[in-house]
C-alpha cells in the first residue's frame, strides 16, 4: 500500500490583525529613528554552567520546544528522530496524517530506535533485538517471545511525550509526566504560521550546524539588527538597512516587522505575498525557535542546547513548492548555500567568538544599544520562566 500523503487545504495569505498592525507601524525608509536605549546584561547568563542546568530543567522541560517543522515528515507513514537537552525523541506521522512523540527508546534495553533523519515505513524495528512497533508507538512484536514469560505487549509501548502540530511546526514537551501548556504555541502564533501557509510548505533541504557557545548567543544573533548590515556585509546587507524594527509579543514569543531595502509604505496591502518582497516578518518563539520569511523562501532554525557551550542548531529551508525544473532548482540550492555562509561563517562564527570572550572572565556584562531591545526581552523571558519555577 502507498503512502498517504497529508492533504494540503486551500490557503489564504491575507495578513493576521497583529502582523498588519507592525506593518502599519513602519515608518518610511527615510523617517526610520533608531531608538537610543541603554541596557546590560550579565556574562554569567552565557557561562554559568548552574544556570544553563537551571534553563534545561525549567525552561526546556516545562515549556513546548519546536522539534521539527511539519514538512519534515509531509507524508503518513513516516517517521524522524531527534535528541532536544538530552532526551531523545521519536516523531512520527501516522497513516491518518496525524503526528506523535514518543520517546525514542526501545521498551526492551533502550537502545535508540531511529538512528535516520527520516524513514519511510509503517513500523519501527529495533536495530539491536528486533523489537518492532507500529507509528502509534505499539508494541506489536518480538522475535522469541516465550523467552519472556508473561510479557504483555501493550505493558510495554513506546514511552509517549505530549506532542502538538501547530502553524506547520511539530511542538512537544520533554517530560512524558508533566504536560506543558500548549496554548501559547496553538492560537494567534499558529494563526500566523497559517499565513505563511507553514503546514503545507515543502522541504528544500536542511543542515545542522555544531556550534561551540551557549545556546542564549545563538538567540541573540537573530535578536540583534545592530549587526546585519555589518557582520553580513558581504552577504545579506545587500538586501538590508538599519531599520528601526517594529516589535511585538504573543505570550512569550517575539514578533518582529523589518524594512527590506525597497520598503515602499504606499504599496502596503493585507496580501503577504506581496508585502514579503518589501519587508520581513521574523519570529523568536520560546525557547528555541527562529524564523525569517524571505520573499521566495522560509528560514526555519531549531536551536538544541547540548552543554553550556555547546549547541546544535538544525537549519531548514521553506518553499511553497518543490524546484519545477533545473533552473529553479540551481537557484534553490544557491540560495540554501548562501544561508549556509551566513549562518555557518558569520552568524554561528561570531557566537563561538563571543562565548570564548564571555568566558575569559574579563568582563561582567554585555553592552546592549538600542537595535538590540530584543535580547532583553528574550532575557527576561528566561529568567521569568526561571523564577516562576521555584
Not at 530584543?374 to 521555584?390: W, Y
Request: proline content about 6%; overall charge negative.
Amino acid at each position: 500500500m502507498m503512502d498517504q500523503t497529508v492533504e494540503t487545504p486551500p490557503h489564504n495569505d491575507v495578513l493576521s490583525k497583529g502582523q498588519r498592525a507592525l506593518l502599519d507601524a513602519m515608518p518610511e525608509l527615510a523617517k526610520i529613528q533608531l531608538p537610543q536605549v541603554r541596557d546590560t546584561v550579565p556574562a554569567s547568563v552565557y557561562i554559568d554552567p548552574a544556570r544553563f542546568d537551571a534553563e534545561v530543567k525549567c525552561v526546556y522541560h516545562r515549556h513546548p520546544v519546536i522539534a521539527a517543522p511539519s514538512a519534515l515528515l509531509p507524508n503518513a507513514r513516516e517517521y524522524t528522530a531527534v535528541d532536544i537537552t538530552g532526551v531523545p525523541v521519536l516523531l512520527t506521522r501516522t497513516k491518518d496524517g496525524a503526528a506523535h512523540a514518543f520517546a525514542n527508546v526501545c521498551r526492551h534495553r533502550g537502545m535508540k530506535l531511529c538512528q535516520s533523519d527520516r524513514a519511510s515505513a509503517g513500523r519501527i524495528v529495533c536495530p539491536y533485538h528486533a523489537w518492532t512497533y507500529d507509528l502509534d508507538g505499539k508494541l506489536i512484536g518480538l522475535p522469541r517471545p516465550e523467552i519472556f514469560p508473561g510479557l504483555e505487549k501493550g505493558d510495554l509501548g513506546l514511552k509517549p511525550l505530549p506532542c502538538v502540530e501547530a502553524g506547520g511546526l511539530i511542538w512537544v514537551g520533554l517530560d512524558p509526566d508533566n504536560p506543558p501548556d500548549f496554548s501559547s504555541v496553538s492560537g494567534e502564533l499558529a494563526g500566523d504560521f497559517d499565513v505563511f501557509n507553514m503546514k503545507n510548505l515543502h522541504l528544500y533541504d536542511k543542515a545542522t550546524f555544531k556550534v561551540n557557545a551557549n545556546w542564549k548567543l545563538i538567540m541573540d544573533s537573530m535578536l540583534d539588527s545592530y549587526h546585519v548590515t555589518r557582520l553580513h556585509k558581504d552577504s545579506l546587507s545587500q538586501f538590508s538597512v538599519d531599520s528601526e524594527n517594529v516589535i511585538d509579543r504573543i505570550g512569550p514569543h517575539i514578533r518582529n516587522a523589518a524594512h527590506r531595502a525597497n520598503f515602499d509604505r504606499a504599496a502596503i496591502t493585507d496580501r503577504f505575498a506581496e508585502m514579503r518582497k518589501m519587508m520581513v516578518f521574523s519570529y523568536v518563539t520560546f525557547p528555541n525557535g527562529i524564523i525569517v520569511v524571505s520573499p521566495h523562501y522560509i528560514s526555519l532554525g531549531v536551536v538544541r542546547p547540548i552543554a553550556s557551550d555547546k549547541t546544535e542548531v538544525d537549519y531548514y529551508q521553506l518553499y511553497d513548492a518543490p524546484p519545477r525544473d533545473e533552473r529553479i532548482e540551481g537557484k534553490m540550492r544557491q540560495a540554501f548555500d548562501l544561508m549556509e555562509q551566513v549562518f555557518a561563517k558569520e552568524d554561528y562564527w561570531a557566537a563561538e567568538m563571543c562565548d570564548k570572550g564571555l568566558r575569559s572572565g574579563l568582563i561582567n556584562e554585555v553592552q546592549l544599544g538600542g537595535m538590540e531591545v530584543q535580547i532583553r526581552m528574550f532575557q527576561d523571558a528566561v529568567t521569568s520562566a526561571l523564577a516562576s519555577a521555584k
